[in-house]
C-alpha cells in the first residue's frame, strides 16, 4: 500500500495498490448483470448474429478494461510529484501544478463499497481521481492525507492555501461535469431505447436502422441536452 512500508509514515515516497478486493457483494452483482447479459446472447431468436457479435465485443472490452484497472491502477507519490496510472494510460503532476488533494464522499454508493475517495485538482479547476486512495483501501484515509499534505508542502515550494480565484474555477468546472454527467445518462438511456427498439424491429421483419438509433439518435440527445444542463447549473450553486 504504502511505498515507505511503515503505514501513515512521514516519508514522502508512497505507492498506493488494491490490496483488498472488491466487496463480495458488488462482484456478485456484476457477475449476474454479465452473465444475463451472455444468456441472452446465446438464446435462440432472430436477431442477426452481427447484432450479437456486436454487443459481445462491447462485454468483452468492459471486462478487460475492468480487469487492467484492478490490476494496473494505482497511486504514485513522490518528491517530484503524484503519477496515476489507470487501464491504459499513465499521467503524472509536479508538486507545483497541484492546487490540493481532497477527501470528497462517493455520491450515491452503497454501503458495501467505498464511500470516500480523494480527488487531486490543479489551479485551472481541473481534477483527477487517485486510484485505491479511498477508505475501502485505507483505514484511515482523511489522516493519510492530511499527513501527506504536511510532507508535501515542503516539495511544493509553499503552504495549502486556498485561493478564491482557483475555487471559482472549481465551482465552475463541478457545475459543467454535473451538466455533461446528466446528459450522458440521457444519452445512454436513448441509447438503451433505440437497442430495444432495435429487436423489436428485427423480431417484426421491421427494416433496422443500428446506425440511427444506436448512435446518431444518443449523439443528439447529448448534444441537446448538454447546453440546458449547462444553463441549470450556471443559476444554482456548484459543489464539488
Known sequence: MHGDGDGYGRGIEREYRRWRKASRARMLIMWIIM??????????????????????????????????????????????????????RERRRAWHDIYDLRVEERPKQARTDFRKWTWLYDYDGRRLRLPNVDDWQ????????????????????????????????????????????????????????GGIYLVWEVNTDGEPHPFLLLLCAPLAVYALLLPFFRRLASRAPAHT
Open 138 to 193: 485505507l483505514p484511515d484515509l482523511q489522516a493519510e492525507i492530511d499527513d501527506l499534505r504536511t510532507v508535501a508542502a515542503a516539495h511544493r515550494g509553499m503552504t495549502w492555501e486556498p485561493r478564491p480565484e482557483v475555487e471559482a474555477r472549481i465551482r465552475l468546472r463541478a457545475g459543467h461535469r454535473k451538466a455533461q454527467e446528466r446528459a450522458i445518462t440521457w444519452a445512454l438511456l436513448a441509447f438503451f431505447a
Open 35 to 88: 452473465g444475463n447479459c451472455l444468456l441472452q446472447l446465446t438464446r435462440p431468436d432472430h436477431i442477426p448474429v452481427r447484432y450479437k457479435l456486436l454487443w459481445l465485443v462491447v462485454i468483452v472490452s468492459l471486462l478487460v478494461w475492468g480487469f487492467l484497472a484492478a490490476r494496473r491502477g494505482l497511486t504514485s507519490v513522490g518528491a517530484d510529484g503524484v503519477t496515476v496510472r489507470g487501464a491504459f
